[in-house]
Each structure stands twice: as structure tokens, then as C-alpha cells.
Nanobody
């Protein structure tokens, strides 16, 4: 079992910055991937950024050059630095870990609201 808790969301003006944090606890020994997703009202949840196998990083095209994903070397903390925020970045942001070796399981945090005003 892995428990994830997000923090750092809030209200910010367009062009501003926020840093989201995800604190992980539990069985975090075989993490295959860790990432940030978001879901805006009326839309499907979408991938924002992901770290795969500890070193491969991928970003959604819509956030490239503005957002940076990072983690500590124990995988207990993951971050999403969001710069040059736009109103279309408004969503609930979730952190997600994929854990396991032969079989994998996904774990999700409860989400944190990010609202960008124009």
C-alpha cells in the first residue's frame, strides 16, 4: 500500500507560479512511475508530467517549458513546479504512483485544487 497526500494548490493570477508537493508513505520500494495528472470540470483526467523508472521524464505538450516535475532520491516526495500559469491550467491536480515488479498497482492522492484567474 502507498499513501499519497498532495499540497500546495491555491488561487493564483495568470502568469504566476505554484509548487505542488506530493508526500508518499507506505510500501514505496518498487515504484515504476510517478506523475502528476489533472482534471478540469467537465473534462477527463489527463497526464501532466511523469517520471518513469526514476529518470525518464515526459510532459504534456501544453505544459512543456512551464512545468517541472522532480522528486527526492527516496521517492517519498515529488514536486511539480508550475510557472507562467494560464487560466486553462485550472484543475484538480493529482499525484499518482505505480508500484510493483511482476504486477503493478496505481495509487492516487486526494487531489489539490489549482485555480488560475485571468
Amino acid at each position: 500500500q502507498v499513501q499519497l497526500v498532495e499540497s500546495g494548490g491555491g488561487l493564483v493570477q495568470a502568469g504566476g507560479s505554484l509548487r505542488l508537493s506530493c508526500a508518499a508513505s507506505g510500501s514505496i520500494f518498487n515504484i515504476r512511475a510517478m506523475g502528476w495528472y489533472r482534471q478540469a470540470p467537465g473534462k477527463q483526467r489527463e497526464l501532466v508530467a511523469v517520471i518513469i523508472s526514476g529518470d525518464t521524464i515526459k510532459y504534456a505538450d501544453s505544459v512543456k517549458g512551464r512545468f517541472t516535475i522532480s522528486r527526492d532520491n527516496t521517492n517519498t516526495m515529488m514536486y511539480l513546479q508550475m510557472n507562467s500559469l494560464k487560466p486553462e491550467d485550472t484543475a484538480v491536480y493529482y499525484c499518482q504512483y505505480t508500484e510493483g515488479v511482476l504486477t503493478t498497482r496505481d495509487y492516487w492522492g486526494q487531489g489539490t485544487q489549482v485555480t488560475v484567474s485571468s
